[in-house]
């Protein structure tokens, strides 16, 4: 009775701790999903041409931010072990050396986007009206203007929070958002003095709130107690360290670039089908965006929590944590595919008034609605086995579900068979069911728990 009680309560201490994790990095995703459904929302204002040039540019933008996403994937592991080994200096050193990396990485980015932000463009979406590509180029350019603060921003945050602080990312990503917000109302239409800008306005606004996100973040770096990072400590470049940040990282990052590469080639199936097409396609992401807010929450939880108590030598408590956190994002993940499948109508018209991109984005909704079971099983377990180190695994599920099932059937029903965009929704369903069945045997085959870093 008395270890039946006590297994009780540490699985009641778990979910404490799950929720505790989560309930900010929600928030935190809540926030940005707002900005990007107000960002939306006011670019559509502008007309059809103006959505479908950010959504362009976008595709190019977030491609580059793969890099960052591996620095920070191995960033947040590696600190995670430290501070669960009750080792905070060296998950210190940890952070300096990510900083120390990404000026060099993020500086590079930043050059490549600023000279070819045009040419990608006219190369991977031809098909595409030339002012949609100037629109795109234009805002690509701006945007990426504050790239290094950007990094700061992004590989920041993932170190606090695998240091177990997710309420400070959450509070920046506020400041953020009321900054890219406020920017967005002047530049995007213009106030007084200032002109409409239009699509230069959206990124404007967004280059201006990005920028001050990345000075915040080090800020704050600088003076919090969980870590021991100071601006006058020595940043010379940890080979050691490097190495370590790499080994988890690359693997990552080359997850995302698979992810970003697939669906920038999903992308031009999809911009193929036409201006109302493309349209309803970004109106029907981002309505499903709003699902991401919990399973991101949950698996930002599962990633810490998966690599403090594997650093603290509980892998049974780890794997506990991760099931957890998976169970509790299930639960609301579906919640919202009944909601999607119900009333679509009323979240897709937020981000646009044409009838006819409502008509298909309506479907498109639906169609996503089945797959977010599967998708909370994704993001969440991914996100434990991103904690554990165990990036490999992802990348290649990422490899067979995203590239080749996704774009591979996305070809096959949108064009081959005439089926439009459905058939490309549909295309997208079967890779989440795919994906969501692949990573729950990875899990629970318990191989991650002896990945080193």
């Not at 990282?249 to 109302?276: C, D, F, H, N």
Request: hydrophobic share 55%; aromatic share 6%; glycine share 10%.
């Amino acid at each position: 009775m008395g270890s039946g009680m006590q297994a009780i309560d540490q699985r009641l201490e778990l979910r404490r701790k799950v929720l505790f994790l989560a309930w900010p990095a929600i928030i935190e995703n809540l926030l940005h999903t707002m900005v990007g459904i107000v960002d939306t929302a006011m670019v559509g204002r502008l007309g059809s041409e103006s959505l479908a040039a950010v959504g362009l540019g976008n595709q190019i933008f977030n491609i580059s931010l793969t890099v960052f996403a591996a620095l920070a994937t191995g960033s947040t592991a590696i600190v995670a072990r430290h501070i669960g080994a009750r080792e905070p200096e060296k998950a210190s050193e940890v952070a300096r050396q990510s900083l120390t990396l990404g000026v060099f990485v993020s500086g590079t980015v930043m050059a490549i986007l600023l000279l070819g932000a045009r040419t990608f463009l006219g190369i991977l979406f031809r098909s595409s009206e030339a002012i949609v590509l100037d629109l795109g180029a234009s805002y690509i350019r701006i945007v990426a203007s504050v790239l290094i603060l950007n990094y700061f921003l992004i590989v920041i945050n993932a170190i606090l929070r695998g240091a177990g602080d997710t309420k400070t990312p959450m509070r920046i990503t506020a400041l953020v958002n009321v900054i890219n917000i406020i920017g967005n109302i002047i530049f995007i239409y213009g106030i007084g003095p200032i002109p409409s800008f239009g699509v230069a306005g959206a990124a404007i606004g967004t280059a201006i709130a990005q920028g001050c996100g990345g000075i915040i973040a080090l800020i704050v770096l600088f003076r919090t107690n969980i870590l021991q990072v100071r601006i006058t400590d020595s940043y010379k470049p940890n080979g050691v360290i490097i190495r370590r940040i790499s080994n988890i990282g690359v693997p990552a990052g080359v997850e995302q670039g698979v992810m970003r590469v697939g669906q920038l080639m999903y992308t031009i199936v999809v911009s193929s089908l036409g201006t109302v097409a493309y349209a309803a396609h970004q109106v029907a992401l981002n309505a499903e965006s709003l699902s991401f807010m919990p399973g991101l929450g949950f698996a930002v939880a599962a990633t810490t929590l998966v690599g403090q108590n594997l650093g603290a030598k509980q892998p049974q408590r780890a794997e506990d944590a991760a099931k957890i956190a998976r169970n509790l994002g299930l639960t609301v993940m579906s919640l919202m595919g009944v909601i999607f499948f119900v009333i679509p109508e009323p979240i897709v018209k937020v981000f646009s008034r044409d009838p006819d991109v409502i008509a298909l984005a309506v479907v498109c909704l639906r169609l996503v609605a089945v797959a977010q079971p599967s998708l909370a099983v994704w993001m969440i377990l991914s996100g434990g086995l991103r904690g554990a180190g165990d990036t490999k695994s992802i990348m290649k599920i990422v490899l067979v579900g995203f590239l080749f099932v996704r774009v591979g059937l996305a070809w096959l029903f949108a064009i081959r068979l005439g089926y439009g965009l459905v058939g490309a929704w549909v295309a997208m369903v079967i890779d989440l069911v795919l994906r969501s069945i692949l990573i729950q045997r990875r899990f629970s085959a318990g191989v991650w728990k002896m990945v080193r870093v």
